[in-house]
């Protein structure tokens, strides 16, 4: 780790071009760092800002397949394959005018809606767009409501070896994960997979229930501030959350219940690797203490987290 | 509601068979309640007691598909097709000699082995049993490690209009759900589909992580006390669950996410029928506020609970 | 096997009562025969003829659950928990009045609809009732299209040894696999779970295309020939299907790559038990020569046929 | 069309970097053609020839995430996004030497075993490598079984906008599909998503089942000849399929009904806009007429075709 610590800034940019909308290798960096210095981000929201009101039509506002943007790659010297970057979460504040919050429906895109995927015959659910105050006080769902504000990084990930991977797709490498645990404290470990680990983030999020249920979580653009770090010499099949009170693996599949089983399977694995289990007492004793956090329901894969509380390491 | 309410008792039988292994219509009932009345009934464990040192090989110990033994049917007087029964959980005491709490691994059976339906060359895993210290002051796992008694009742289900359905399967009338939220001082919700609306219950668990994930928790006779109300005319397609803190419905179905989408979309249900929401508020609103609970990813059917905090109501 | 074959009949019913809608045990025989006995059984279609014409609707004119009737139980002397029913289909002919085959569109039920399980926020497709003159030559769909007359069983299944399944499901069973390969000149294997096999059968279908989109069939009444030998001790896990030209095994389940699996894994089982295969090379040679038939992805459990031609047995 | 139609060659390389293990947009040609004309390519096999005596562990000779090679990116001119290019599979000859073909179990791939996503706690199936004879006149199995050779383009893709896909993977771009109806005298149809198509394609196999049961096919290189048109103003969501006898939509997604639906639902959308086909009649018509093919239940998303005879349109 470095004894001087710099801080690096990703402002903001003009250019929607300057976004990423891939996770992958061979992009130059935006910043290159050393190990442990921190990076303040301005993130923009998961639709690049462009539904600006509530009478903005998703369907008409985006222009896919750029949606999702990611800053970066952020480059940090010397890590290299087989290594981890720890990405800790220092804080998350929300940036530009109100209404700064997001969320709506948007066509074929959804938990509770035929997708592309799961293709049926029915015409589309209505465009809703309902755009929201939010503050680090919270979030004005209408004068009743105020939810509290719980931010976190919706995509976050490192380059894989050879593929670029849309933003919107979670998988073995981080990416579009909608994990709530990824937030302010937490630290969120991700494979090196190339020279300088090349991470992306962005899509954060003010609020989100488990498994995002309709896509659109309280979207907003940001100042997230992260430091950054490399464990040498450990490679990670998934990606994992380390948090105060628990350590979680995050598998990101379909069906959901893949996505679960490599989660548990790979903290098996980590329980066994470091912290001294059997592999079947880990598998007994998760049955009784495992906790399942399902993050997203919506994305190209469905992302689910499991995780055993740290008073039993 | 009735002025006087009666205590009834399903005391533990001696012989097996007099215990059911279907959920289903047309058994004689074990006991006739009218609403409001308590029963406390002696539960015996999955296993109807049959592992009952380490050196028991579950392979040979059980008698398929004579497992999973439910005490019942508890018949409530003027329950019609069309109401809900309303069962209150007052408390689960363990119950018999130490030790009385059972885990294991039953071959082909888990989260993390192939098993009759995800069908695999793999040889099985090996059969495991380790057996339990188990108080309301805690579970003993080892030296070391107390787990917190937290019960609940594992199956627990109303007959079917016609079908008499294993009683290791989760569906719409309840059964093998698994869900850690169905402990003292929840109230689960069942549709009645015959008169008087047959109620089974057993397969009580002293602890259990999310999606008990080797199909096995801390499975242990009980002493559980429920009390019976009838909600006339609330037609339910799936179970639902009500604590001080929120109201849930629970879906059960395969894959995973379809099990949870039956409980976030019957949840949508309950929240405009009652609740004053509007379909798309409901959606957008879960969106952010959901939480969701995977109960198992072991049984015929995976289970998996969708909930809203009271406080949003 | 009897050396002398009888023939029974089973007559149309003028009660729908005495239809069932579930298969499961502990039901009085309706016909009980030696093995190579033969069963004229005149089935009534999926609808229990309930749907006349075309202005019928599919919501109004059935009446839920009791749907999908089948006949039976036909039982078999003899026949002994783990032995196997061998059921040959010997002729399907329509039956009754014209137009009297059957196809709609069922509300929140088909592949490309939400339905109850994959759960969604939509409006119902709309009700379609198409009626059909259907004879052996052909199914008249209209001016220009002739389909020809492929018929088979969709529903036919033997008792379950404690569970009563509704014959809307299939399962290890057999029940609703909606199987077009269960037709004249085939053999269906079926496991016998209790004393005398109780086999009942029903839901005939004129004509059905792989996986059974919309999940109506042409659906038909017929007299339905078949006679039934017992394979002493031949335990069978799930269906299987022999014809001329192949051998099959059945499963169903979900998602549906889990009931090919359960159809591989118990081919790869028949062809090491009983064709002199080794288990590694039935896996190496199937990947090469096996066929897949996807029967349902519309039932409670989907239904998927893996085969092998017997020219390599 | 062009007038002149000119034949250009792909060679095989010596330098395995010379071949792509990514299908996506920004790599340089390594052919560029005018629509109509004809292109042979020397393919490698799945495994770049890597695995060449069955002496070899699959494990220790592949050099992940190097594998399954393709040639390409083809570029034709003209071709834009919006279009559709035609692959017409003119020929596909085995080439190299004797035995030339592969089959073999990779651990943790393939149908009937764990996986890195079906996460479990099994050890591997062994590994096992068979090498096969193969000529056009069939795949010498053993000394009494031979197999037609019945080849296809087991690969076949062009570029996403945005992305970079491992050839692994099957998707809306095509790619690692492995259906065989990609043979000789099929035309395959794909979307065009960025100027000039940048169509790649590789692992040929001699022979498979449907759903590839084990992941490894009898996979060859070979001398695959192809001519490509285009087709103006046609965007395809999936990639579609006609032969003499059929026309065919290819979903490839996961679950395995999830690719069913997302192939039945692009047939209705193609017989509705270029068959004269209402949507519901389509749907109902299917229902009695479709055909399914699996093609694989082993790569990262599930590919099935849904297809309907000629003879009806």
Redesign the interface.
Known sequence: MAYVMTTHRLPERDDPKEYQ??I?PGVDPAVEIEPGDTVEVETVDAFGGRIESEDDKPSEALDM??INPVSGPIVVDGAEKGDALAVHIESIEPRGEQPRGT???VPYF?????T????????P??E?V?KLDVTEAG?E?DDD?T?PYEPFIGTIGTAP??????SLAPFKHGGNMDLPDVGPGATLYLPVNTDGGHLYLGDCHA????????????EQATTTTISVDVVDDWAL?WPRVETDEFIMSV?S??????A???A???L?DWLVADHGFD??DA????????????AN?VDPN?T?G?SISKE?L
């Open positions: 909308h891939t992958g397949p750029h969320t709506c429906l959804g938990g509770l809606t035929a592309d995927r799961t293709a049926m015959l029915h015409d659910l209505p809703i309902k979030i769902w409501i939810i070896e050879i593929e670029s991977i849309q609020a989100q229930g488990d498994a995002e249920l309709c896509g659109v979580a309280v099949e598998g599949s379909r069906p959901m219940e893949d679960l089983r490599a548990y399977a790979d098996i592999k079947y598998y007994l004793f998760l049955t009784q203490v495992g906790g399942v956090r399902v329901m469905y689910v499991a039993y």
